[in-house]
């Protein structure tokens, strides 16, 4: 079952720019994490924010996350060519440790 | 650290034929899974193990996919039958025992083409 869903599926910007993903999710969960997937290549975490908190920080990367209404967002600042790929939310499955992922949001970033 | 590996990184096959997957996971990693990763989509989870025990198989196509991990180290995942619609990328993740250290490691995935 698909738990996350991104928003938007796709997102173009310019290099410099801000990039803003969104992720709703449907059960009650203990975390959120985020991963990069470049293309032709395996997932990379990113960032995981837990249920008791509201955001969190990683360089260039900022998520936040609001349990009430079931919803993610992370945000990369300055955004660099290498940045483009594919971004997936993903949450443990009621608790359990095996994560459900999105559709994820693709991320180009022109020079 | 070594990272997950797996191998093949790609495979073509004709229906009907099987096919194998091998991955070994970041040493100490109790955890491991495989997923299914269909173009355009998430991974979708197909087996999870702790040690050489299944913790949840309840989206394996068990009438065609079955998967190993005997010695509580490095899996196996095989498909046999191969059907048209398991042309995907197979990916294989680890990760450490409970929820205080819960992100996967991903390896780089097989690809694979059912002709």
């Known amino acids: 079952s698909q738990q996350g869903e991104e928003d938007p599926q796709a997102l173009s910007i310019q290099e410099g720019e801000n990039a803003t993903m969104n992720c709703s999710y449907k059960?009650?969960?203990?975390?959120l994490q985020w991963y990069r997937q470049n293309s032709g290549r395996g997932l990379v975490h990113l960032i995981l924010?837990?249920?008791?908190?509201r955001e969190k920080h990683s360089g260039r990367l900022r998520v936040t996350l609001d349990t009430s209404k079931k919803s993610s967002s992370l945000l990369i600042t300055a955004s660099r060519a290498a940045d483009t790929a594919s971004y997936f939310c993903?949450?443990?499955?009621?608790?359990?440790?095996?994560?459900?992922f999105g559709q994820g949001t693709r991320l180009t970033i022109n020079p | 650290e070594a990272g997950v590996a797996q191998s093949p990184r790609y495979k073509i096959i004709e229906k009907r034929q099987s096919v194998a997957f091998w991955c070994n996971p970041i040493?100490?990693?109790?955890?491991l899974y495989w997923y299914q990763q269909i173009l355009g989509q998430g991974p979708k989870l197909l087996i999870q193990?702790?040690?050489?025990?299944?913790?949840?198989d309840s989206q394996l196509p068990k009438d065609r996919f079955s998967a190993e991990r005997l010695k509580g180290v490095d899996s196996t995942l095989k498909i046999q039958p191969a059907k048209l619609e398991d042309s995907a990328v197979y990916l294989c993740?680890?990760?450490?025992?409970?929820?205080?250290?819960?992100?996967?490691?991903f390896g780089p995935g097989t690809r694979l083409t059912v002709t």
């Open positions: 993740a680890s990760s450490w025992v409970g929820s205080r250290s819960p992100e996967q490691y």
């Open positions: 059960t009650s969960i203990n975390n």
């Open positions: 924010i837990r249920s008791n908190e």
């Open positions: 993903a949450t443990d499955d009621q608790g359990a440790q095996k994560l459900v």
């Open positions: 040493s100490g990693h109790a955890t």
């Open positions: 193990f702790q040690n050489n025990g299944v913790v949840d």
